[in-house]
C-alpha cells in the first residue's frame, strides 16, 4: 500500500478489525519510511452480474428493473413494495450463487414462478407480456395452465367455493 504522505510502498499493519458489519476489514498501516499512519478499507471485490439478452448482447443485471416489472403487474393488488424487492433480491441471489450470469428467458420463467406464489394475478399480468399474448385466448390457457387439472371445473360447478 503506498504511503499517502511520502508514497512509500514499505508499511506495517498496526491494526485490523471488521468494519460495516463484517463486510469489510479496517487496517490501521504505519509508514516504515516517514513514520505516518493511515487507514486502508479491504472490500471482498463482486463480480458484475450479467444478463444474455436473446440477440446474444450481455448486459448487466440491474435488479430495479425486474422490480419495476414485478411491481407493475402487481399494481392495484395486495402485494407490498417490500415483498417485490425481496423477490429482486432472491432472484439476484440465484444468479449470483449459478455464477453471475442468466439468460433473460432464465430471469422471465424465475420471476413468474415467484409471482405465481405470491399473487396469481400479478402472474398473469406479468405472463401477459413477457410471453406476449395476443389476444383472449392466450390469457385463458394461462389461466387454465394456473388453475391447474380440475380446478376451472370445481369453480364452474360450484361458483361458491
Do not use: H, W
Amino acid at each position: 500500500m503506498r504511503c499517502p504522505a511520502c508514497s512509500s510502498l514499505d508499511d506495517k499493519v498496526v491494526d485490523s478489525r471488521l468494519a460495516d458489519d463484517g463486510a469489510a476489514i479496517r487496517r490501521r498501516r504505519e509508514c516504515l519510511a516517514c513514520g505516518r499512519r493511515f487507514t486502508t478499507f479491504e472490500r471482498m471485490e463482486e463480480a458484475p452480474l450479467v444478463v444474455v439478452k436473446r440477440s446474444g448482447d450481455r448486459e448487466p443485471f440491474v435488479r430495479a428493473t425486474i422490480v419495476a416489472g414485478m411491481e407493475s403487474a402487481a399494481k392495484n393488488r395486495p402485494v407490498t413494495g417490500e415483498q417485490m424487492e425481496e423477490l429482486g433480491a432472491e432472484l439476484e441471489e440465484a444468479i449470483r450463487s449459478r455464477g453471475g450470469e442468466a439468460t433473460s428467458t432464465e430471469i422471465g420463467v424465475a420471476v413468474l414462478e415467484r409471482l405465481r406464489e405470491l399473487d396469481e394475478v400479478a402472474y398473469l399480468r406479468f405472463a401477459s407480456v413477457y410471453k406476449g399474448f395476443s389476444d383472449v385466448g392466450d390469457f385463458e390457457r394461462e389461466a387454465g395452465l394456473l388453475a391447474g387439472p380440475g380446478k376451472a371445473g370445481d369453480k364452474a360447478r360450484n361458483p361458491q367455493g
